[in-house]
């Protein structure tokens, strides 16, 4: 490994836990806020703001998903990275200004639909939100494009914070819903503040930047991501309309939550290695970039010790959050568990084919894996129900994985270590006997989470997978965690 890669390594390393630090705080901040708010609006008020956000969430993400990877990989490797910044900014601006409009002119018919009359004037409060998100996105992904890691964590880590603190003084005033809706659009406005504060860029500066360049990355880039959005949410559609009942989709949905973990770390570190990627191909660093792109694959292999832990503990979990009425919800969750590992395999693999200038691939990947699904789930749903759903969606999964590693192999020749794959499932199988002999519930539970976490590193250190520049990597990263007067005292 090169002092460079080094260099780069660590970087990501570093990024990466404080970004997965900062996304994050969306566990613990939106079950309070979410635990004030269903006991201060009630089930009708705590509804109407539910189905609100998540309209104009699912807008919010359509727009952002346009140009997100585009921005990262075209700032990350532009000397001028102000003229790249000052077009996506225009661009999320007229278009998330013009889908608000649209919002607002449709949200009363949207109400009607609903059969909830009270539902349009929320929307139309909240759509304001929309170019504020958007901006705020924009800055988000010209920090990571620069390398800004830190600084990108900041201001996510400021949003989270301040809805929870602005929900609940504007909901406790007696706003209602629409402090709710306020105190959203608040914790956008200060993370649009904080990511400008660290890429200011010229509103008015002359852009040379070829307009055709950015659109041939960033439709097939959309394209993919829609194709996956339809994905995740495809088992329980058809679940549904297979005549599943309503507390079989509530199982269900439930399972789908606590997988998401895998998902936060894939949101954290798939930005960091684009803009790596991006920024040491544009320096000519070929060799480096494919040890770091075969890195990044390792990676997710050694993710597998996981699974493991869920499904040894996952019947403890689902009781300690859902209670003993979901208890079924746990082989659910023992099976999506490793979709959501197949779904970070892909993302990473999209992340290294978009810097390798091979952006209508993952599409080309993604999309068939749609069809595939629907054939998959009216077969296996009528037969196996809620686990026929999740074993499909699992499978699936994992073809879109294997397609994407072939498709790196055939451009880098890269592959993840077959040495890695072996080691991880020696530790996969060490875990699952540790938890199946040490049984725990309720608070308890969470401290042999962390436990059997811990175990993971150690279990791979121990049968040599690391080495010793990367335990002292690791080491240091540490270190870095650690206050000042700790680490200025001799050990």
Not at 44 to 71: C, D, K, N, P, Q
Not at 339 to 364: C, E, N, Q, V, W
Request: glycine share 8%; aromatic share 10%; hydrophobic share 55%.
């Amino acid at each position: 490994m090169t002092s460079s890669t080094a260099k780069t390594n660590r970087q990501i390393l570093d990024g990466t836990l404080w970004v997965f630090l900062a996304e994050g705080l969306i566990l613990p901040t939106g079950l309070i806020t979410a635990g004030f708010l269903t006991r201060r609006l009630g089930q009708e008020g705590y509804g109407l703001f539910t189905l609100a956000s998540v309209l104009v969430a699912w807008i919010e993400w359509s727009i952002t998903s346009i140009f997100s990877r585009t921005t990262i990989k075209f700032v990350g490797e532009a000397e001028d990275w102000r003229s790249i910044g000052t077009l996506v900014l225009r661009l999320h601006l007229a278009l998330s200004v013009g889908i608000t409009l649209l919002v607002w002119l449709l949200a009363p018919a949207i109400a009607a639909s609903f059969h909830e009359p009270a539902l349009g004037q929320y929307l139309r409060l909240l759509s304001l939100d929309i170019p504020v998100f958007s901006m705020a996105s924009a800055q988000r992904n010209i920090l990571i494009g620069r390398g800004k890691f830190r600084e990108r964590a900041l201001a996510t880590a400021g949003r989270w914070t301040l809805r929870l603190l602005l929900i609940v003084l504007l909901v406790g005033l007696g706003f209602s819903v629409t402090g709710a809706i306020l105190g959203t659009i608040g914790a956008s406005v200060v993370e649009l503040v904080i990511a400008t504060c660290f890429a200011p860029t010229a509103w008015f500066k002359r852009v040379d930047f070829p307009m055709r360049s950015l659109f041939g990355y960033a439709i097939p880039l959309f394209c993919f991501a829609m194709a996956m959005r339809l994905y995740d949410k495809l088992d329980l559609i058809i679940l549904k309309l297979l005549g599943g009942s309503a507390e079989e989709s509530g199982l269900y949905g439930a399972a789908q939550n606590l997988a998401f973990i895998p998902t936060i770390l894939s949101i954290s570190f798939s930005p960091l290695l684009l803009s790596s990627l991006s920024r040491l191909l544009a320096a000519g660093e070929l060799v480096q970039a494919k040890e770091l792109a075969r890195h990044a694959l390792r990676l997710v292999i050694g993710l597998l010790p996981i699974g493991a832990i869920t499904i040894a503990t996952a019947p403890a979990i689902v009781k300690l959050i859902y209670g003993d009425a979901f208890l079924p919800t746990a082989p659910i969750l023992s099976v999506l568990i490793f979709s959501s590992l197949g779904l970070m395999m892909i993302s990473i693999g999209t992340t290294i084919l978009t810097a390798a200038d091979r952006p209508k691939t993952p599409f080309l990947i993604a999309a068939p894996l749609l069809p595939l699904a629907i054939c998959c789930h009216w077969w296996a749903i009528p037969r196996l129900n809620t686990l026929g759903a999740a074993w499909v969606t699992a499978l699936v999964a994992q073809v879109g994985a294997g397609a994407m590693v072939i498709a790196i192999y055939r451009l880098w020749h890269i592959w993840p270590p077959i040495s890695t794959f072996l080691r991880s499932l020696l530790v996969c199988g060490a875990i699952y006997a540790v938890a199946m002999h040490w049984s725990a519930s309720g608070f308890w539970l969470l401290p042999q989470l962390i436990l059997l976490a811990l175990l993971v590193p150690i279990g791979f250190l121990s049968l040599g997978e690391f080495s010793r520049r990367e335990v002292a990597l690791m080491g240091s990263l540490l270190l870095g965690f650690l206050p000042t007067t700790v680490k200025g005292k001799k050990l």
